[in-house]
């Protein structure tokens, strides 16, 4: 069983925030994906930024998507610092 994602944010140098429905934050590195197949569209930064939430994945215009076993697997937890 997976972890739906509930949130996204994309970052700088095509990385993107997810938070997956346990509350667990994590940063997914999209660099490695750049160059293979549909992917290759991401590297345009305006249709990156556009990522959304898409039942329990996230995507972008154009179908492309993830599955959320990949991008729980292939990301790690965040850091965050509290004040």
Avoid: C, H
């Avoid at 934050?25 to 991401?42: A, P, S």
């Avoid at 329990?56 to 154009?62: A, L, N, Q």
């Amino acid at each position: 069983m997976y972890l739906s994602i509930i949130k996204v944010k994309p970052l700088k140098n095509y990385k993107i925030e997810l938070t997956f429905e346990n509350n667990e934050v994590k940063i997914f590195n999209m660099e490695n994906y750049l160059d293979t197949g549909i992917f290759k569209k991401l590297k345009d930064k305006n249709l990156f930024n556009q990522v959304r939430i898409s039942f329990d994945t996230i995507e972008w215009p154009g179908g492309i998507d993830l599955d959320p076993e990949i991008l729980y697997e292939k990301s790690r937890a965040e850091n965050k610092i509290t004040a």
